[in-house]
Each structure stands twice: as structure tokens, then as C-alpha cells.
């Protein structure tokens, strides 16, 4: 088997949001730190303006970081998708679209299934991080090109 996903994903999952949290907590309560009186502590827009950027933050993290399976392995007619302790194979039949944006940070593939598994009709996963800039991911194309055969196969 070949592991298709990226193996950045517990980092962006895991580590990056508790840095980010973490460092908006450190900025707020800061200033209460190093306060000395009543007359020291930050105006309320200084204590305001990171619950925004939280609030924002984590629904980014949601919307874009936080769906990602853990892990996505390639088995040959089928793929193994790994998330939480919890696994599935995809026979790649069963997979009716693969929707891939290289323009997002991290670059994320979006598998749409034919039968919903136990991650539903969608997963997505992260690839392998190339460093080339707008380039085309090789293990993407190829599993579009052998998604395609599977289903023409099927017929």
C-alpha cells in the first residue's frame, strides 16, 4: 500500500490550531500579566478584537482543516481511508467524483462517493505538499485516471 495523504495532516490538525489558540490566549492575557492597577489594563477593543480572530479562526479550521481524514492509503482497486481510529475501504467504483484545489493551504482532494461509508458521501484528505507552486499533484492525476478506468470497467 501507498500512503496518498499528506503526512503534514496531524500537524495541520493537531499542532497548528493549539499554536494559534495559544498564541491569541498569550496575547490577551498578557497585558493582565504585566497590568499594575486598575489604570494599566487594555481597552476593551485590545481584548475584543482576538475573540474575533478566534471565533474566525476556528470556523476557517472547520470549514477547511478540520474535515481532512488523518490518513489515506492506497491499496490498488480500493483505498483506506483512516480517521479518529476509525477505517474504511473505498473501492475506487465507488467513488464518483475526485475534486482536487491546489490553490488552498493545504491543498485538499475531495473524494464523492456513490454509497456513503462510515465518513459519509464526502472525504476529503490532504496530499503529499509539493514545492512547486500551482503544479499538478502526479498521485492525484493518477488516481483520477484509475478512478476513471474502474468505472468504465464496471459497465
Known sequence: M??????????????FPVMM?????LFVT??????????ALPPVPFLLIPVVIAVGFYF???????DLVDE?????????IRDKGREDRIALTDIMNV??????????????????????????????VRFV???????VD???ARVDAARRSAR
Open 99 to 128: 475534486s482536487y484545489s491546489t490553490l488552498l493551504n493545504p491543498p485538499r482532494v475531495t473524494l464523492l462517493l456513490r454509497n456513503p461509508g462510515i465518513f459519509g458521501n464526502e472525504v476529503t484528505f490532504s496530499p503529499p
Open 133 to 139: 507552486p500551482f503544479a499538478k499533484s502526479p498521485i
Open 21 to 25: 489558540f495559544g498564541f491569541l490566549l
Open 30 to 39: 498578557l497585558p493582565f500579566v504585566v497590568a499594575k492597577g486598575a489604570d
Open 2 to 15: 501507498q500512503r496518498i495523504s499528506s503526512r503534514m495532516t496531524f500537524y495541520y490538525k493537531r499542532i
Open 142 to 144: 493518477d488516481l483520477i
Open 60 to 66: 476557517m479550521m472547520k470549514k477547511l482543516i478540520f
Open 72 to 80: 489515506a492509503w492506497d491499496a490498488g482497486d480500493a483505498l483506506i
